[in-house]
């Protein structure tokens, strides 16, 4: 799937998301078939959700670094990521996995789509 297909994608899953007040999304790229995609949403409430993926579009499209940092102001709601972080190295995810502000938990590579789901079940009224 080319880079501008996926973006189109992205953006379509957006504009169906609930809450969302503003987006802004970047992409830059990587000829001949990788590329970077940022954005930021801001939702109703004023928390905010910062993304990036770094992409290979072939032979199939594959997700190889990701974030999705989600907080409230400046505080840290929830972030998914991959990096080679050292607190996390013990996961059976490792790379992948997720900070709340608790800790660090073991978590799956997800999705956009998912992770907005996450957003919305926790700006839904009771």
Same mark, same amino acid.
């Given at each position: 799937?080319?880079?501008?297909?996926?973006?189109?994608?992205?953006?379509?899953?957006?504009? $169906?998301? @609930?809450?969302?007040?503003?987006?802004?999304?970047?992409?830059?790229?990587?000829?001949?078939?990788? &590329?970077?995609?940022? &954005?930021?949403?801001?939702?109703t409430d004023g928390s905010?959700?910062?993304?990036? $993926?770094?992409?290979?579009? #072939? @032979?199939?499209? #594959?997700?190889?670094?990701?974030?999705?940092?989600? =907080?409230?102001?400046?505080?840290?709601?929830? =972030?998914? +990521?991959?990096?080679? +972080?050292?607190?996390? =190295?013990?996961?059976?995810?490792?790379?992948?996995?997720?900070?709340?502000?608790? &800790?660090?938990?073991?978590?799956?590579? @997800?999705?956009? &789509?998912?992770?907005?789901? $996450?957003?919305?079940?926790?700006?839904?009224?009771?």
């Amino acid at each position: 799937m080319p880079l501008k297909n996926y973006l189109g994608t992205l953006q379509a899953l957006i504009a $169906e998301t @609930p809450f969302v007040n503003s987006t802004s999304i970047f992409y830059e790229e990587r000829p001949p078939t990788a &590329g970077i995609i940022k &954005g930021t949403l801001l939702f109703t409430d004023g928390s905010q959700l910062d993304f990036r $993926e770094f992409i290979i579009t #072939q @032979p199939t499209l #594959q997700i190889i670094k990701y974030a999705y940092n989600y =907080r409230k102001e400046h505080l840290l709601v929830f =972030r998914y +990521d991959n990096a080679n +972080d050292p607190a996390a =190295r013990n996961l059976s995810t490792y790379p992948s996995h997720k900070h709340i502000p608790q &800790g660090i938990l073991e978590a799956q590579q @997800p999705s956009l &789509g998912q992770v907005l789901q $996450e957003i919305v079940s926790k700006l839904k009224i009771p």
